[in-house]
T-cell receptor, first 118, second 115 residues
Framework: AQKITQTQPGMFVQEKEAVTLDCTYD???????LFWYKQPSSGEMIFLIY??????QNATEGRYSLNFQKARKSANLVISASQLGDSAMYFC???????????????FGRGTQLTVWP | DTEVTQTPKHLVMGMTNKKSLKCEQH?????MYWYKQKAKKPPELMFV???????INESVPSRFSPECPNSSLLNLHLHALQPEDSALYLC??????????????FGPGTRLLVL
């Protein structure tokens, strides 16, 4: 089974509007971390936001917030006030806490291509 | 500063060539990673180094040979590659590998074309 599922291959949003990118995950480990990365066409993967499984509050970083619903195993990324520069591929990723050491392994979803139009 | 640098940015090589990709970070990170990414796909983990020791090799063919000369540097030596090895090669680093929150910071990648 896939550990990270991103069901939206592509999303379109108008500039200045908010957009939600979906991510669901699958793990039986009570300890895990969830990450979102942005990858523009230039190729670099840019870290956006992190949510730990034990974090009580949803993570926020500037215009990015993570809508974390633990019971539903979802970790959706919300981008507020979209900008043209937000057009990129967005990846959701997870680390599990197996045996207290994950050896750094990140499981990535297939990504969502976001296009912001004027 | 969360900068990971990679050289070269682009590389074209023949199947008989030997080349190397270089990755460098000066953030004091002790874990470094190589990923391979094909177009429109997520990155695939190739190797993980922790404290300069190889801790994960994801059954990568021996024509890819990683090397970690010190905690700041990571190389990927390429020899006798195949056209299907053409991809974006991403390097990443993190403080360590044991804590859940340790974020991997990526470099800009090397776009490799094998002819």
């Amino acid at each position: 089974a896939q550990k990270i599922t991103q069901t939206q291959p592509g999303m379109f949003v108008q500039e200045k509007e908010a957009v939600t990118l979906d991510c669901t995950y699958d793990t039986s480990d009570p300890s895990y971390g969830l990450f979102w990365y942005k990858q523009p066409s230039s190729g670099e993967m840019i870290f956006l936001i992190y949510q730990g499984s034990y974090d009580q509050q949803n993570a926020t970083e500037g215009r990015y917030s993570l809508n974390f619903q633990k019971a539903r195993k979802s970790a959706n990324l919300v981008i507020s006030a979209s900008q043209l520069g937000d057009s990129a591929m967005y990846f959701c990723a997870m680390r599990e806490g197996i045996g207290g050491s994950t050896l750094g392994r990140l499981y990535f979803g297939r990504g969502t291509q976001l296009t912001v139009w004027p | 500063d969360t900068e990971v640098t990679q050289t070269p940015k682009h590389l074209v090589m023949g199947m008989t060539n030997k080349k190397s990709l270089k990755c460098e970070q000066h953030m004091g990170h002790r874990a470094m990673y190589w990923y391979k990414q094909k177009a429109k796909k997520p990155p695939e983990l190739m190797f993980v180094y922790s404290y300069e020791k190889l801790s994960i090799n994801e059954s990568v063919p021996s024509r890819f040979s990683p090397e970690c000369p010190n905690s700041s540097l990571l190389n990927l030596h390429l020899h006798a590659l195949q056209p299907e090895d053409s991809a974006l090669y991403l390097c990443a680093s993190s403080f360590g590998t044991s804590r859940m929150s340790e974020t991997q910071y990526f470099g800009p990648g090397t776009r490799l074309l094998v002819l």
